[in-house]
Structures are given as structure tokens and as C-alpha cells.
């Protein structure tokens, strides 16, 4: 993640392609489910948008092995998972708004008391099976399909047309499901999106997003979100938020 500030405002420069956490999507509303597509072989139309899986850490090894650089390295924390790391990505923009004046120490300090008060978690949310069993064949062998479902929570209460979507998704390595955060943004909430509008991206191409006074509620209700993830994450983001009012 790249970012600056340019005329008191923070601007994140997001390559306009997928790569890593980057996913560029389209979907015919914002509550559907979105494809994933080339942008070098495919246009960008109103129907596109970034879904971005943004964090919130690093964990101490990977950045002391060179292989990330984060701004807020002066003092770690241990996660829930007792490993140490840096605060990172969102917590990196979350104090650069906080150093912008865009959110003031009070509003952290009320936020901080907010999620200490979390007993609601979504990973505690149902997972539902259904019931009716129909039998298929594929390739000549019998299967019994049923389907399990796993919710996604749209946060749509924005005032630049992002969202914050939470889906509940199996652990790829262990056992249970976790709850994994995206911020979403369509084409038109970026700076310079009439750029793409009918073409597809060459190298280098870059989108621009900024962050303003107007909008910083995203970053809070992203620190909000995460807070009531799982408590897990609580923990992790309280800690987050102690480490950023002791440097404020």
C-alpha cells in the first residue's frame, strides 16, 4: 500500500491491477456477489470496483526480514495469537488521519471505549445448512449436495458510494470459520476514474483514492468493524488503538 499527503489530504495510489489483497471485481448492485476480471484484457465500467482485504498488523518477523516496511515500527504489540507485530495498513492511515486532524484524541479515545465494550462478534454468527439433499452425478460418480451458507455483512452507510463488506469463511488450515474484512470501492469513488471509464489498464496505470475529513468515518468504521470481528480481533485492535493515543 502506497500513500501521501497531497493538499492536507491523504491519497492512496493503488496500482490498477490485481495483485495480493488487491481484487478488482464487477457486480451489477452492491449487495451482489462480484466476478474478478482481468483489467489489462477488460475494461472498467460503473460495475467495477476494488475489493481490497485490508489488515490491520505485520507480524515483527516480516518486517525485521526486510520483507515489509511500515510506518509505526517504534513500538510492537502481541497479537491474540501471542506473536509480536506492528501496527500496519489500516492502523498506519488511521493515525496519519489522526495527525491530519481529521479525527481528533477524543474520538479515539471514544472509539477505544466503544469496542472494549463489544460482546456481539460476527464469527459467532450461524452457519446454516440446508436441509433438502439432491443427489447429482459428475463424471459417473454419485454425490449427495447440499449447501452450507456464509453469511456476508454489507456495511453500505458511506458518503463516497464504499463499502465495508465482512464475509464468514472456512480456515483454509484449521478447523472453524473466521471472518474476513474488505473494503470496497467502486471505480467512481476514485480520484481519477473518468482516466478508466471505457478501457482496460496498461502498466503502471494507478488509481487514486483520498481520504478527507468528508470521508475519514470509513477508517473508523473499519477500526469498528474489525473490533467486532471476533474477539480476537478485539484484542487486537484495542491494543492497536492504546499503542496510537500514547503517541498522540
Not at 97 to 113: D, G, R, W, Y
Not at 162 to 182: H, L, R
Not at 203 to 232: C, T
Request: glycine share 4%; charged share 25%; hydrophobic share 40%.
Amino acid at each position: 500500500m502506497e500513500y501521501r499527503i497531497e493538499e492536507g489530504n491523504i491519497e492512496l495510489v493503488i496500482p490498477a491491477s490485481n495483485a495480493g489483497k488487491f481484487r478488482f471485481k464487477k457486480r451489477q448492485n452492491r449487495l451482489g456477489f462480484g466476478k474478478t476480471f482481468s483489467t489489462r484484457n477488460e475494461p472498467f465500467n460503473e460495475q467495477a470496483y476494488l475489493e481490497w482485504q485490508i489488515s490491520y498488523d505485520v507480524p515483527v518477523r516480516d518486517v525485521e526480514a526486510g520483507d515489509v516496511e511500515v510506518k509505526l515500527n517504534k513500538q510492537s504489540f502481541v497479537g491474540s495469537n501471542r506473536k509480536k507485530k506492528y501496527p500496519y495498513e489500516l492502523s498506519e492511515l488511521f493515525y496519519t488521519a489522526i495527525k491530519q486532524a481529521f479525527i481528533s484524541k477524543e474520538e479515539v479515545e471514544n472509539l477505544l471505549e466503544e469496542i472494549c465494550t463489544y460482546r456481539e462478534f460476527i464469527d459467532k454468527k450461524v452457519i446454516s445448512v440446508e436441509k433438502q439433499i439432491s443427489e447429482i452425478i459428475l463424471n459417473g460418480i454419485n454425490f449427495k449436495e447440499t449447501n452450507i451458507k456464509l453469511p456476508t455483512l454489507f456495511m453500505v452507510q458511506t458518503l463516497d458510494e464504499t463499502q465495508i463488506e465482512v464475509s464468514i469463511k472456512q480456515q483454509q488450515y484449521a478447523s472453524g470459520i473466521q471472518p474476513m474484512v474488505y473494503f470496497c470501492m467502486p471505480l467512481i469513488s476514485f480520484k481519477n476514474s473518468s482516466e478508466f471509464l471505457g478501457r482496460s489498464s496498461v502498466s503502471r496505470d494507478k488509481l487514486i483514492y483520498v481520504i478527507s475529513k468528508s470521508n475519514v468515518q470509513n477508517l473508523v468504521n473499519l477500526m469498528r468493524i474489525f473490533g467486532m470481528a471476533s474477539e480476537r480481533h478485539r484484542h487486537d485492535i484495542v491494543q492497536i488503538v492504546k499503542i496510537i493515543l500514547g503517541k498522540i
